[in-house]
């Protein structure tokens, strides 16, 4: 495979970084305009400079399209957009401090993110229960951390077990909220 039909394929794949409703209005007519750039590119001999350009415009372009799709979206979806958003960076940043620090207990903390981290992939599918599910995660975990510190008569030594799990705690708890209104219950009438 030659750079003449690898970059055409690539530009179409980055395509898909575009939402799907600007996708399915525009993305025959991006792919033609981007052909005609292409072979002038490569007639100019300025291939590096036109794709750089072509692409940090796509790029640029998907994550506009993005916010303004969710500018249109109700302030319900933006805020479901961020929890899901800042959830996962500290989910990933605890995991990140843990898989760095040099504690011979960090396995113990590693299960700490593992049962947090369930919660959290839970309430992206289903949110109220997993809302829940996160913040029994983040008790459990409270109550694993304070029961296991040397030391119970300091209550200084407590506070990483509350403060740790705490974020979680708050994130299930948005979950929980912003999920009331995707339950469905039958009415009594439909399941008789």
Known sequence: ???TTLVPRLYCWLLRLYPETF???FADEMQAIFAEVWVRAQMKQTIVATLFH???????????????ALNRSGPRDQARAVIRAASLIFLLFYTRV?????????????VFNVLLGVGVITAWHWERRGGVLT?????TVMVLMAVNESSLLAWF???????YPL?????????AILGGDRLHFPNRSQTQ
């Open 23 to 25: 996708r399915d209005l």
């Open 135 to 139: 913040i029994a995660s983040a008790l």
């Open 98 to 110: 843990t898989l760095d620090s040099s504690d011979p207990e960090r396995m113990r903390f590693m």
């Open 1 to 3: 495979m030659n750079l």
């Open 54 to 68: 072509e692409f940090t415009t796509l790029l640029i372009g998907a994550a506009r399209e993005h916010v303004i």
């Open 157 to 163: 030594a407590l506070i990483p077990a509350v403060l």
């Open 167 to 175: 974020p979680f705690v708050l994130f299930g708890w948005m979950f």
